[in-house]
């Protein structure tokens, strides 16, 4: 366990040092002022968390502070991580896999993301736990993403279903859910076309892959994960909301946190769309997909003792 909490303390070292490291050296000993809290604010702001959720946070730090009477600058720190911890605990829901039955889970996102490497991280999370899986590969608009799909698959040890290039994305699913079932699976994941959320024709095909899941199994898929690019900052945000628009998404996979300061982009994405974040990736590795802890993850943001599962 401490190497595990170790390394996520070390992949989100960037968020860390930008963003609760600034606040760290700009609150030190400082009177609480007004002035302090909108270089707080500021802060917070260039972390990503987004003007809307910024605003609320420091209104309830303001409350408290007038409330409890608090004079020591430093206690400021401790309100943000909490009303941050709770923000993140509001909207927690863990992967829902029902044990004596296949479970579906859809994976959308733009192409990018690293999606189809997620994909594979999930397969293998599931097979270690010792469940069968198989992978549908409904994204069939790229050789290369069918190619990748497979490669990783035989990495693994695990089935993919796939057709041809071109093929109808929903065929695919289909055929996919039909073979998870004659096989007795107990987890089927359908990869989807990595497409610009604005183009409303594309969309509308993840769409249909999902009413042809959920028209051949009732209560599928189980699950719908967006994965979202961290580096991508408030632009995951326009992007969340669409799909979720179009798929009423049950979760998000945030990628590349190890790669960017703007890791508070996850406060936002939580807060003001209300979608879980399931998983977080940190790393390149098969292993570096954690599930998601709110209070582990804010402690491992303070450099404090904690980590993730």
Request: hydrophobic share 45%.
């Amino acid at each position: 366990m401490p190497e595990i909490i170790g390394k996520l303390k070390n992949r989100l070292s960037k968020t860390r040092d930008a963003l609760f490291g600034g606040l760290k050296s700009l609150v030190g000993g400082r009177k609480l002022d007004e002035e302090l809290f909108e270089e707080i604010e500021d802060v917070l702001i260039q972390g990503d968390l987004g003007i809307n959720t910024v605003l609320e946070l420091m209104e309830f730090v303001r409350k408290e502070v007038k409330a409890k009477g608090i004079n020591n600058s430093d206690e400021v720190l401790s309100l943000i991580k909490q009303k941050i911890e709770d923000i993140l605990k509001e909207n927690c829901e863990p992967l829902k896999l029902i044990s004596g039955q296949l479970n579906v889970i859809m994976v959308v996102g733009v192409n990018g993301v690293g999606k189809t490497t997620s994909i594979a991280k999930l397969a293998n999370k599931f097979k270690k736990d010792g469940k069968r899986v198989l992978l549908g590969a409904a994204d069939t608009f790229r050789a290369a993403a069918i190619e990748q799909l497979e490669e990783w698959a035989g990495r693994l040890g695990i089935e993919v279903i796939k057709q041809q290039e071109g093929s109808d994305p929903a065929a695919v699913a289909f055929d996919a859910l039909k073979a998870a079932q004659s096989r007795k699976a107990d987890v089927l994941i359908i990869d989807t076309a990595g497409r610009l959320q604005t183009k409303k024709n594309l969309m509308e095909e993840i769409k249909k892959i999902k009413r042809v899941i959920s028209r051949e199994m009732s209560g599928a898929p189980h699950e719908v994960l967006l994965v979202l690019d961290a580096t991508t900052g408030q632009n995951a945000i326009s992007q969340a909301k669409l799909f979720n628009e179009a798929l009423e998404l049950t979760g998000i996979i945030l990628t590349k946190l190890d790669g960017t300061a703007k890791g508070g982009i996850i406060v936002p994405i939580v807060n003001e769309l209300g979608i879980p974040v399931k998983f977080i990736g940190v790393g390149e590795g098969i292993e570096d997909l954690y599930e998601f802890d709110p209070a582990k993850f804010s402690e491992a943001l303070f450099d404090a003792e904690g980590g993730m599962n």
